[in-house]
């Protein structure tokens, strides 16, 4: 991963039960079907309705927060892509690497235990996923980094190939890496073979917005915290809630 010449993924990947989901989301429907089916289509029909609706399209929000401002880009996003029929948002943290003795040295506030930590192998389960994190010197946190060291198996399977990613991120100041910490963060996703989706200037008119400070780029959501005490603004949070419907309108497409 990364050392020298680099590795050929296996090709003997063992079929997972998501891969077995997934097949059976996507495969075209056989004109020969069973019998039974297809002496009442009527019936059959209004199964596959009933499979559709219930099966949806998942977008993994996977982030770090330490004082809480990717956080709250985090569930504007969800909500953005809740708003998107046939698709949901499922929010998780990656694991922290600090000790509980150095963030109350910092004076982090506690997480919230309603967000689960998600592991790599669990990365297989979704349609698409959008990263979050604080920059350091324009680029992601350790924390996050930690995590997609990590995922050293499903590269090696390239389990994660295909799959639509995007970022969203917080910086302290203006010049702290609102786009370096998102567009350094794109190697992770090119060893992956994972899908960058920016979303450019389809925010329209939000995106030339100068009467007031305004995190977020053509890569994605942005916020900026300061010294921490500034909370996202309307602007700044409506630009993540247009990532996650964007994104939720990408991995549709791509379904």
Sequence with gaps: MGKGGGCVPSKKKVPSADDATRVSRDAPISAEGNSAAASNPIADSSQNDAVSAAVKLRIFIVFYSMYGHVEELARRIKKGVDGVEGVEGVLYRVPETLTAEVLEAMKAPPKDDGIPEISAAEMTAADGVLFGFPTRYGCMAAQMKAFFDSTGGLWKEQSLAGKPAGF????????????????????????????????????????????????????????????GSRRPSETELGLAEHQGKYMAAVVKKLA
């Design 168 to 227: 969203f991120v917080s910086t302290g100041t203006q010049g702290g890496g609102q786009e370096t910490t998102a567009w350094t963060a794109i190697t992770q996703l090119a060893h992956h073979g994972m899908l960058f989706v920016p979303i450019g200037y389809t925010f329209g008119a939000g995106m030339f917005k100068m009467d007031s400070v305004r995190g977020g780029s053509p890569y994605g959501a942005g916020v900026y915290a300061g010294d």
